[in-house]
């Protein structure tokens, strides 16, 4: 291994059951694991958060998008003003999603080809052609910390046949994607040449197709391993079996990051399965609706009882938005369309889903995961 790499090398320090304990080092700083990266699509977090203000809400790792980015306002900008980091005043790790999933999900008149994907931007629907070289050439220009491979995300449920030629096609394309990263991280003119790469596991539903597709993408040796193609309309049992599958067949020496999940139960439930990364949309976009998430359950702003509460979104939470506003004036604000509700929401949510990470690694570093995750699984998910 070279020094680079072991600069950015992962480590599992404690393990309690399948739950780990970890710490990567990259070149943007340490990320300490089980983790959740807080999605900041367009290099923004919707609801009028900024990206410093994610240190208030003790973010680790900002998640941005390259097929929004490449799309507006392009990749190539961003690298002339000195890439992602200095373009939105983050200073820490960022992972950068391959926009596969949006070009499954939001393009319009896709064609998948061997090479790659023919699309029409949902934007303005010009055509657009995105394969391996071109997701990892995007990723580049914007000099994310942790690239991830461009997959194919099918829907589920999926027909046999076709998820096994998807399954193995994402193979073919990973080993594409490798192939390029290393060609530019060799440039002297790359902004980032310390760039991870994550492979994707997919294989929709079936037992058979993850275990081997896992099998396959864990022989290149990446950085980190994804599993993908799952929240998009399984039931959560579904998802919790297919990370027993694949679990056992990704290296144990590298993180895992499952895409797009979700809810504290789901994440203590991955935890517990042996899940290092997470992101999902879920905490900020349920804040702009005033849907909170606290140490008691969840709980609805909008709800006539909350009219004249003088408490605290959360009275077990210490974060700027709960040590200063109450209930009431909150959802008076969202009653009123003021943004400032939206943005205060957003801020306790996100706060609350990294003091979760927090307390976790906490529990995992004394030994009482276990009893953790008795304590909280069933309360996080009530209403209160």
Known sequence: MSEENKANG????KTEGKARLGKMKTVHGEINTPVFM???TSAAIKGGVSLPDLKDCKCQVELSNTYHLHIRPG????????????FACWDGPILTDSGGFQVFSLAKLRRIKEEGVYFQSHMDGARIFMGPE??????SNLGSTIAMAFDECIENPCEYGYAKRSSERTVRWLVRCKRELQRLNSLPETLNRS????????????????????????????DGY???????????????????QVEPYAPEDKPRYLMGVGTPQNILEAVKRGVDFFDCVMPSRNARHGNLFTWSGKLNLSNEKFLDD??????????????????????HLFKAREMLGMRLCVIHNLYFYNTLMEKIREALTENRFGEFYRRWVEVLGRRV
């Not at 993908?228 to 297919?242: F, N, P, Q």
């Open 226 to 244: 994804a599993i993908g193609g799952l929240a998009v309309g399984e039931s959560a049992d579904e998802m919790y079996h297919i990370i027993e």
């Open 75 to 86: 990749d190539k900008l961003i690298k002339r003003l000195g890439g992602l980091h200095k």
């Open 10 to 13: 992962f480590s599992v320090l």
């Open 134 to 139: 071109e997701s990892m050439q995007i990723q």
């Open 195 to 222: 760039q991870l790469l994550f492979g994707i596991n997919q294989g929709s539903t079936y037992d058979d197709l993850r275990i081997e597709n896992m099998k396959r993408i864990a022989e290149l040796d990446l």
């Open 310 to 331: 003088r408490r605290p979104l959360d009275e077990n939470c210490d974060c700027p938005v709960c040590r200063t506003y109450t209930r009431a004036y909150i959802r």
């Open 38 to 40: 807080n999605v900041g």
